[in-house]
């Protein structure tokens, strides 16, 4: 009996120790060896295993269509993991074609589109997926907008965000754009800023004095016209000759442009061909290109004793421009009517002989000839005050006495308001001495 049982016992512990050898006995395909076939193995990759270090490496997010995987005669597609290698996506499907040798191109991916060849075994072999869009048409998500900031978007038809909230977390400027700051500099000197692909201003260059835009005004009027045309050669050589050394000469330290004015086109204050405001030239370091702007001086003509001199001004500091006047063409970046560089320190010289049309009255708290009937939109005094105040303007008046006894008390009230000394209102019947003197007080505001 005994020996029976010691039997029994001694089969089923050989017959557990085989069915254990069988379980784990060793797959070489996923060991690495040698398969049925003959092919080495070197056994499956670990995620990390550098992948993208291998050849055939591709770009994360980089489609394609592919047999790999699939019976004969059908594909799939596959998609670029973050270990830099191509994943199915998707079932197998047929794809056969009917003509070898053809080539076309056709949609995938995000809006994309690709090449695919048909093979000799009457498969579409397919290229790359190119030019797809950022995003899946259907899907929501963020984009970018304005200054670096982000709105909530969803995908359109055409693989392209479209915004559809507010804008938020933007910063304080535009890509690209510059400006001239006193930020990390001393003793008044500024110094350009350029902004970055943050959205934030950050300094580059040495600090230097501010540069500085004087815009010459010219009342070009009947009489007035005909003494500014005979004083161009006088313009050139005291006036705009020493405001560009100013600075030592240093290119853009100074700048200089040109415009003029008469008055509405309308009876009674003015006649057909008046302008209230006629651009010239945005402020310029360039002699020669001053020089052109000044040797085709416009005559226009007035109907009354007052001009325009307000409506000029207003649209000198950003006002809307009436019908009638003709605007300056400013190049990109320029600011406000005047056309001003960013940053600039501004001052503009009006040469007259006559007062201005709703500038303040000498006589009396009202306006001075305030325009009346069909004229139109047009500034007011206060207004256009303003605007100087706000921004800093240096404004400086050659007058011609004689025309006018509100002429001077006008300029005087003017320049009080705007904080402007009394000096800033120069009799100008002798020209030379007056533009000299112009030239001397631009210097000394503008610290160069």
């Known amino acids: 009996m005994r020996g029976w049982l010691f039997g029994v016992i001694l089969t089923l512990v050989l017959l557990g120790s085989a069915a254990c050898t069988a379980i784990v006995s060793p797959d070489p395909r996923r060991l690495g060896g040698t398969d049925a076939a003959g092919v080495h193995d070197a056994g499956p990759l670990s995620p990390d295993a550098g992948a993208c270090d291998r050849a055939g490496a591709c770009t994360p997010g980089e489609r394609r269509r592919s047999g790999t995987g699939c019976p004969e005669g059908a594909t799939r597609d596959e998609l670029c993991s973050a270990a830099c290698v191509f994943e199915p996506q998707g079932t197998c499907a047929a ?20 090449e695919r060849f048909c093979t000799a075994a009457r498969v579409w072999e397919y ?15 963020t984009t970018t907008c304005g200054r670096c900031g982000t709105q909530s978007a969803r995908c359109t038809l055409e693989c392209r965000w479209e915004g559809t909230g507010a804008c938020s977390g933007e910063g304080e400027c535009s890509l690209g754009e510059t400006r001239r700051s006193e930020r990390g500099c001393s003793g008044g000197l500024t110094r350009v800023e350029t902004c970055n692909t943050m959205c934030v201003f950050e300094g580059s260059g040495p600090c230097t004095p501010r540069a500085l835009d004087v815009m010459l005004l010219l009342d070009v009027t009947g009489s007035h016209g005909a003494r500014v ?6 313009i050139e050589s005291d006036f705009v000759t020493p405001l560009l050394s100013i600075g030592d000469g240093a290119s853009g330290a100074v700048a200089v442009g040109v415009a003029y004015y008469a008055d509405f086109p309308v009876s009674p204050y003015g006649n057909e061909g008046d302008r209230p405001f006629e651009g010239g030239l945005e402020p310029s370091s360039s002699a020669a290109t001053i020089a ?25 500091t950003g006002g809307a421009p009436p019908a009638s006047a003709s605007p300056l063409t400013c190049s990109p970046g320029r600011i406000g ?30 306006l001075l000839a305030p325009y009346m009937g069909t004229v139109g939109p047009n500034a007011r005094w206060a207004e256009v005050m303003s605007r100087l105040r706000a ?4 404004l400086i008046v050659l007058y011609v006495p004689g025309s006018s006894m509100a002429l001077t008390g006008q300029i005087s009230e003017m320049l009080t308001d705007v904080g402007m000394p009394a000096t800033n209102a120069i009799d100008a019947t ?11 007080r631009i210097r000394t505001v503008s610290g160069l």
């Open 391 to 394: 921004d800093a303007v240096e």
């Open 292 to 316: 052109a702007e000044l040797a085709g001086l416009p005559r226009m003509n007035g109907g009354d004793l007052e001009e325009a001199g307000v409506e000029a001004l207003s649209i000198l």
């Open 95 to 114: 794809d056969a074609c009917a003509t070898p040798g053809v080539s076309e191109r056709v949609r995938c991916g995000q809006c994309g589109t690709q």
């Open 229 to 234: 045309s005979e004083s161009i050669a006088t």
């Open 430 to 440: 002798a020209i030379a001495p007056a533009l000299r003197s112009a030239v001397a």
């Open 127 to 141: 290229g790359r997926c190119e030019g797809e869009g950022p995003c899946m048409p259907g899907t929501t998500g």
């Open 337 to 366: 009517g005047g056309c001003w560089r960013a940053g600039a320190r501004r001052v503009i010289v009006l040469y007259t002989d006559a007062p201005s049309h709703n500038g303040p009255d000498p006589a009396s708290a009202e």
